[in-house]
């Protein structure tokens, strides 16, 4: 005999499920408040200490920048006291550069004295004008000295970089503008022109 069990005697197997983990105890309110406010306590003293970096950053700043404004003041001032005393220096230059030449120039001017008390009616002519020659020599060295030299008119030919025609009359002997007379010496002062020559200057008539 087969024994046969009704499908309606079938009993179902369900797993059982795994204990629920029982939840931790909620927060109350009052904890949740002393929560925030520690963290607001811990934002507000990262806030203070960056703010106190700040500060300091900025007081550093302040006196970088104060020490820089009085280096400027004091470079301004030393340039201002450097610029007065060139101005100073240059006016006594100017004022009394001359003075070694305007001394030598007093002896020639002491000689011209002594032979004018002399006088003319007192020695004969010759001797007067030889005194006369004399002084002018004396002060063409001295000229000479000091780097002046009297312009040669070597050839007639007009020259205008060292020459100024006072007159000019037209010829027809001439076929480019010409030296007639010179009225007036010109000289150099080393290699600058210190005063032109004086001349009188012939040029081609017109049309010729």
Request: glycine share 4%.
């Amino acid at each position: 005999m087969t024994d046969k069990k009704d499908k309606g005697d079938e009993i179902e197997f369900i797993p059982e499920a795994p204990p629920e983990k029982e939840p931790g105890p909620a927060k109350t309110a009052p904890e949740k408040k002393e929560m925030e406010e520690d963290k607001t306590a811990e934002h507000a003293k990262h806030l203070r200490e960056k703010l106190r970096k700040r500060e300091a950053e900025i007081k550093s700043l302040k006196k970088e920048l104060d020490d820089l404004k009085d280096a400027h003041l004091r470079r301004l001032a030393d340039m201002e006291n450097l610029r007065k005393r060139f101005e100073r220096e240059k006016a006594d230059f100017q004022q009394y550069a001359l003075s070694g030449l305007l001394l030598e120039l007093l002896d020639v001017s002491d000689n011209f004295e002594r032979a004018l008390q002399i006088g003319v009616s007192e020695t004969d002519g010759k001797t007067f004008r030889e005194g006369v020659e004399l002084i002018l020599r004396m002060f063409q060295t001295l000229l000479t000295k000091h780097g002046v030299r009297p312009i040669v008119v070597e050839n007639r030919a007009f020259d205008p970089n060292f020459q100024h025609a006072m007159t000019v009359s037209e010829s027809d002997e001439v076929q480019e503008p010409t030296v007639e007379e010179e009225l007036q010496k010109g000289y150099m002062l080393y290699d600058r022109l210190l005063r032109p020559t004086l001349v009188k200057v012939l040029v081609p008539k017109k049309g010729q």
